[in-house]
């Protein structure tokens, strides 16, 4: 697909956006990085955009800023499930450097912000030429496979409420401010259970004063709390990134930038 649905286009650089609020860009060289910046655009994304549909090949690679994306199946009765979701400390387009060119899955922002393309003939250059670039990818992949496959065992086998603890605090980690904007009815959707469900371990959890919610907006007011209602999933994938993420190969003055979990 050639860009978000509704995107708007910005200067890549200006005094509220920076390629280095994408972790992965910022942990790149200074050199580096700003070789990229004239192929690097700034996009504008709001709720519902899809950047990415099943069998289809991505034009370009996302690295978000301040949006998160979230990535998921859509089966052939309409029902889904979120298998991963991609902020700041990420990006959307992994098959475009590992060669697949397409997945069997959907990337649909969730929280809207910004994010930075880049094209993929020109991503797949940057990958076969930059070493530190390569190498970081290569570590997110990784870290990626790690948070798909712990989010099925998640579904598999922890309750409607420890699921959306671990999913309320990933997407809150990836968030520039203190609230989730988004329906009950799309976050069971992206769970994959009933509107009801959401709704019971929803109340239950501001009734322990972990969050509040009104229609359409949730926000966390105990973290530490919420940790504890949340499975092991949630430490699981933050562990991988921190282990992975920070210990990337690369050299510069940027080197060393930790994900959005530190």
Same mark, same amino acid.
């Given at each position: 697909?050639?860009?978000?649905?509704?995107? /708007?286009?910005?200067?890549?650089?200006?005094?509220?956006?920076?390629? /280095?609020?994408?972790?992965?860009?910022?942990?790149?060289?200074?050199?580096?990085?700003?070789? %990229?910046?004239?192929?690097?655009?700034?996009?504008? %994304?709001?709720?519902?955009?899809?950047?990415?549909?099943?069998?289809?090949?991505?034009?370009?690679?996302?690295?978000?800023?301040?949006? &998160?994306? /979230?990535?998921?199946?859509?089966?052939?009765?309409?029902? %889904?499930?979120? +298998?991963?979701? &991609?902020?700041?400390?990420? %990006?959307?387009?992994?098959?475009?450097?590992?060669?697949? $060119?397409? =997945?069997?899955?959907?990337?649909?922002?969730?929280?809207?912000?910004?994010?930075?393309?880049?094209?993929?003939?020109?991503?797949?250059?940057?990958?076969?030429?930059?070493?530190?670039?390569? /190498?970081?990818?290569?570590?997110?992949?990784?870290?990626?496979?790690?948070?798909?496959?712990? =989010?099925?065992?998640?579904?598999?086998?922890? +309750?409607?409420?420890?699921?959306?603890?671990?999913?309320?605090?990933?997407?809150?980690?990836?968030?520039?401010?203190?609230?989730?904007?988004? =329906?009950?009815?799309?976050?069971?959707?992206?769970?994959?259970?009933?509107?009801?469900?959401?709704? $019971?371990?929803?109340?239950?959890?501001?009734?322990?004063?972990?969050?509040?919610?009104?229609?359409?907006?949730?926000?966390?007011?105990?973290?530490?709390?919420?940790? =504890?209602?949340?499975?092991?999933?949630?430490?699981?994938?933050?562990?991988?990134?921190?282990?992975?993420?920070?210990?990337?190969?690369?050299?510069?003055?940027?080197?060393?930038?930790?994900?959005?979990?530190?």
């Amino acid at each position: 697909m050639n860009a978000p649905e509704r995107a /708007s286009f910005v200067q890549c650089r200006s005094p509220a956006h920076s390629p /280095s609020q994408n972790h992965l860009l910022a942990a790149l060289p200074t050199a580096e990085l700003d070789a %990229m910046m004239a192929e690097l655009e700034l996009v504008s %994304m709001l709720l519902g955009d899809r950047v990415g549909a099943p069998g289809k090949a991505l034009s370009y690679a996302y690295f978000p800023t301040t949006a &998160v994306i /979230s990535l998921h199946y859509l089966t052939d009765t309409g029902a %889904m499930a979120e +298998t991963a979701d &991609v902020g700041r400390e990420g %990006m959307v387009g992994v098959e475009l450097f590992l060669g697949g $060119d397409a =997945t069997p899955s959907s990337a649909v922002v969730k929280c809207g912000g910004h994010a930075y393309r880049i094209a993929r003939k020109q991503l797949f250059q940057r990958f076969a030429a930059s070493g530190p670039l390569r /190498s970081l990818l290569l570590l997110y992949t990784q870290a990626l496979i790690t948070q798909i496959g712990q =989010t099925a065992t998640c579904y598999r086998h922890h +309750t409607i409420e420890q699921q959306l603890s671990r999913w309320l605090l990933s997407a809150f980690d990836r968030l520039p401010t203190g609230e989730l904007v988004i =329906t009950q009815e799309l976050a069971a959707a992206l769970l994959g259970v009933r509107r009801e469900s959401i709704s $019971d371990a929803a109340s239950a959890l501001r009734d322990e004063g972990y969050i509040s919610y009104r229609r359409g907006h949730i926000s966390i007011l105990d973290p530490a709390g919420l940790r =504890t209602r949340a499975c092991e999933c949630y430490a699981v994938v933050k562990a991988e990134f921190q282990r992975l993420l920070p210990r990337a190969p690369v050299t510069g003055s940027n080197t060393h930038v930790k994900g959005p979990y530190v």
